[in-house]
């Protein structure tokens, strides 16, 4: 037999009256099962069960089979609205609070137990209308035993998770901590042993952490993670202690050992990250601010005594090391001032450098200025310093020295001085021949300028201000010769040869007597046999170391006041003696 042959169209219009009786039988069980429920309904609301009589209601508004009692089931399910709230409520909190707690979803779960702790204080006010059925819809869905399962779960999970972060230095993922408080109290037990537990285990967490970057001599990382650990604290309104009390050990750690090992610079650094750290956290007092300021004024101190003790590089070390703490400009200046005194030749240029100048000369108090300086370098050229009164510090470069590789002595020399706020500065050079190179500087604002040079046995200074140079070099080969310089146009110049012996005529020697005198003259013998003189009709007789010379020639030495008689030839005559040092020019 075929599908065509059976699909005819009388077994068709069997097969849906067999489906009709189906429905109509499905939809009679329906409406027997609505009325049923409306009056099971009507029942239990009469009898005060009213969680059952909106269980029946709610059924019978689900069964759209037939229209009966719409009103009333309607008007019911609204007197009785809050049961529905309260009983779908519970059911979507069970189901929501299920697959948080499987999924670990703690900020889900929070929200899902601020949902029911919501629909508790609307629905189970103490004497309200709805507590009991609250109370019975809830234990009913054994909702309770199961966000305390859950509660505990996180719990467990959260103090794991801070056990096992004990050994990570990253304080910015201590969310567990956070979580850790926002479940309730009665899940540790009550208020005051959540509060207990709670610090027992931060406490060892966060000084476990900060002690081991302590112990790794991270001390910035150590201030930043305590930073974090009080901000993350005070943003969750909670007080933790033992972080600054932690920090503030390890802190006077880390500071008394570097000043014990001198390592001032260390000191420094960590004492101005602590100092950030302590403004930042909003400190108002400190042990390890305390300290701080404690030592760094003893080593203020210490850098003062080290300058009066004349240390005085170390004392700006200690000054310059400690000026990030304190501004300690002022002190430096003071020490730089008080080594420039004490050791004039830091005032030349380059003078910081040891053994970079010779024949270093200095005074104070003179010439306008605290303290003056000179001296020559290897090449031997003449470098002058002054530190005014202002403590400004003035400085010339002169020239080399002639003769410098034998040079006797330098000195400053206040004879020579124009004006007392211009120096002169001597430098004597001994040459090979015996005679000495005398150079004077005048050592004005503008620069160094030589106010003389020359060259002879010795030289002095005249009441008129010229020199006298004995023995003295005038590139002439001549040995003996007296010289005579003027200042002229600022500096000493050549004047003319000093004879020792002035020209006088025989006429005027007895107004000279006991000086020492030339006379040109005729020298010879008189009738006698005696040396004599003769000069415009005038006679002398002469003494001393004569030789062999006559006729014209010039004789030096002295009229001592004596007298005798010489026989010319004109007669005899009484005559002044000559004693003669020298016989020729």
């Given at each position: 037999?075929?599908?065509?042959?059976?699909?005819?169209?009388?077994?068709?219009?069997?097969?849906?009256?067999?489906?009709?009786?189906?429905?109509?039988?499905?939809?009679?069980?329906?409406?027997?099962?609505?009325?049923?429920?409306?009056?099971?309904?009507?029942?239990?609301?009469?009898?005060?069960?009213?969680?059952?009589?909106?269980?029946?209601?709610?059924?019978?508004?689900?069964?759209?089979?037939?229209?009966?009692?719409?009103?009333?089931?309607?008007?019911?399910?609204?007197?009785?609205?809050?049961?529905?709230?309260?009983?779908?409520?519970?059911?979507?909190?069970?189901?929501?609070?299920?697959?948080?707690?499987?999924?670990?979803?703690?900020?889900?779960?929070?929200?899902?137990?601020?949902?029911?702790?919501?629909?508790?204080?609307?629905?189970?006010?103490?004497?309200?209308?709805?507590?009991?059925?609250?109370?019975?819809?809830?234990?009913?869905?054994?909702?309770?035993?199961?966000?305390?399962?859950?509660?505990?779960?996180?719990?467990?999970?959260?103090?794991?998770?801070?056990?096992?972060?004990?050994?990570?230095?990253?304080?910015?993922?201590?969310?567990?901590?956070?979580?850790?408080?926002?479940?309730?109290?009665?899940?540790?037990?009550?208020?005051?042993?959540?509060?207990?537990?709670?610090?027992?285990?931060?406490?060892?967490?966060?000084?476990?952490?900060?002690?081991?970057?302590?112990?790794?001599?991270?001390?910035?990382?150590?201030?930043?993670?305590?930073?974090?650990?009080?901000?993350?604290?005070?943003?969750?309104?909670?007080?933790?202690?033992?972080?600054?009390?932690?920090?503030?050990?390890?802190?006077?750690?880390?500071?008394?050992?570097?000043?014990?090992?001198?390592?001032?610079?260390?000191?420094?650094?960590?004492?101005?990250?602590?100092?950030?750290?302590?403004?930042?956290?909003?400190f108002t007092s400190s042990k390890v601010l305390t300290l701080i300021d404690k030592n760094t004024a003893k080593l203020v101190k210490s850098a003062?005594?080290?300058?009066?003790?004349?240390?005085?590089?170390?004392?700006?070390?200690?000054?310059?090391?400690?000026?990030?703490?304190?501004?300690?400009?002022?002190?430096?200046?003071?020490?730089?001032?008080?080594?420039?005194?004490?050791?004039?030749?830091?005032?030349?240029?380059?003078?910081?450098?040891?053994?970079?100048?010779?024949?270093?000369?200095?005074?104070?108090?003179?010439?306008?200025?605290?303290?003056?300086?000179?001296?020559?370098?290897?090449?031997?050229?003449?470098?002058?310093?002054?530190?005014?009164?202002?403590?400004?510090?003035?400085?010339?470069?002169?020239?080399?020295?002639?003769?410098?590789?034998?040079?006797?002595?330098?000195?400053?020399?206040?004879?020579?001085?124009?004006?007392?706020?211009?120096?002169?500065?001597?430098?004597?050079?001994?040459?090979?021949?015996?005679?000495?190179?005398?150079?004077?500087?005048?050592?004005?604002?503008?620069?160094?300028?030589?106010?003389?040079?020359?060259?002879?046995?010795?030289?002095?200074?005249?009441?008129?201000?010229?020199?006298?140079?004995?023995?003295?070099?005038?590139?002439?080969?001549?040995?003996?010769?007296?010289?005579?310089?003027?200042?002229?146009?600022?500096?000493?110049?050549?004047?003319?040869?000093?004879?020792?012996?002035?020209?006088?005529?025989?006429?005027?020697?007895?107004?000279?007597?006991?000086?020492?005198?030339?006379?040109?003259?005729?020298?010879?013998?008189?009738?006698?046999?005696?040396?004599?003189?003769?000069?415009?009709?005038?006679?002398?007789?002469?003494?001393?170391?004569?030789?062999?010379?006559?006729?014209?020639?010039?004789?030096?030495?002295?009229?001592?006041?004596?007298?005798?008689?010489?026989?010319?030839?004109?007669?005899?005559?009484?005559?002044?003696?000559?004693?003669?040092?020298?016989?020729?020019?």
């Amino acid at each position: 037999m075929t599908i065509k042959q059976i699909l005819t169209l009388r077994n068709i219009m069997i097969i849906l009256c067999i489906f009709m009786f189906v429905l109509l039988g499905e939809k009679i069980f329906l409406i027997a099962d609505k009325i049923k429920a409306v009056q099971a309904g009507d029942r239990l609301y009469a009898a005060g069960d009213l969680i059952a009589a909106e269980d029946q209601f709610r059924q019978a508004a689900a069964n759209l089979s037939i229209h009966y009692k719409e009103e009333s089931i309607a008007s019911r399910l609204t007197e009785l609205a809050p049961i529905t709230t309260i009983r779908s409520t519970l059911s979507t909190l069970v189901l929501s609070a299920r697959a948080q707690a499987a999924t670990k979803d703690f900020t889900g779960f929070m929200s899902s137990y601020e949902a029911l702790l919501n629909l508790k204080t609307t629905y189970m006010k103490p004497g309200g209308p709805y507590e009991a059925y609250y109370r019975q819809l809830s234990a009913a869905s054994g909702i309770s035993d199961q966000f305390t399962a859950y509660f505990k779960q996180f719990k467990q999970q959260f103090l794991t998770e801070l056990a096992e972060s004990q050994t990570s230095v990253d304080t910015n993922e201590d969310s567990f901590k956070w979580n850790l408080l926002l479940i309730p109290d009665a899940y540790y037990g009550a208020a005051d042993s959540k509060a207990e537990q709670l610090a027992t285990k931060f406490m060892a967490h966060d000084t476990a952490k900060l002690k081991t970057l302590a112990a790794a001599g991270s001390f910035a990382p150590m201030l930043d993670s305590a930073l974090t650990l009080m901000n993350n604290y005070n943003s969750h309104n909670y007080k933790a202690p033992w972080v600054k009390e932690q920090t503030e050990s390890s802190g006077k750690i880390f500071l008394n050992k570097d000043v014990d090992s001198d390592a001032i610079t260390a000191f420094a650094g960590h004492a101005v990250a602590y100092r950030k750290f302590a403004s930042l956290s909003g400190f108002t007092s400190s042990k390890v601010l305390t300290l701080i300021d404690k030592n760094t004024a003893k080593l203020v101190k210490s850098a003062g005594k080290l300058a009066k003790a004349g240390q005085y590089a170390a004392s700006i070390q200690l000054y310059g090391e400690l000026a990030p703490l304190q501004d300690t400009a002022q002190e430096v200046a003071a020490t730089r001032l008080a080594w420039n005194i004490a050791e004039p030749v830091r005032l030349l240029p380059g003078g910081e450098e040891q053994d970079k100048y010779t024949n270093i000369i200095s005074t104070r108090g003179q010439y306008g200025a605290k303290v003056v300086v000179a001296g020559t370098d290897s090449s031997g050229r003449l470098y002058y310093g002054a530190m005014n009164n202002d403590n400004s510090v003035v400085t010339l470069t002169g020239d080399i020295l002639p003769g410098f590789e034998q040079l006797h002595s330098l000195s400053f020399d206040d004879q020579f001085m124009s004006s007392t706020e211009v120096p002169v500065i001597l430098a004597e050079a001994v040459r090979a021949d015996g005679r000495n190179i005398y150079t004077a500087y005048e050592l004005q604002s503008q620069g160094i300028s030589v106010l003389f040079s020359l060259t002879g046995a010795s030289y002095e200074l005249q009441p008129d201000d010229s020199i006298i140079v004995t023995n003295a070099d005038l590139g002439d080969g001549v040995d003996d010769q007296t010289a005579l310089y003027r200042k002229l146009d600022g500096a000493y110049q050549f004047v003319e040869i000093v004879q020792e012996y002035p020209v006088i005529t025989m006429s005027e020697l007895e107004y000279h007597p006991f000086e020492n005198v030339s006379l040109n003259c005729d020298i010879g013998v008189d009738l006698n046999g005696k040396w004599v003189a003769s000069s415009g009709g005038n006679y002398l007789s002469l003494q001393g170391d004569i030789g062999s010379v006559t006729g014209s020639t010039v004789i030096s030495g002295q009229f001592q006041n004596g007298y005798e008689f010489i026989m010319t030839d004109i007669g005899e005559q009484y005559v002044p003696v000559f004693v003669v040092d020298k016989v020729g020019s």
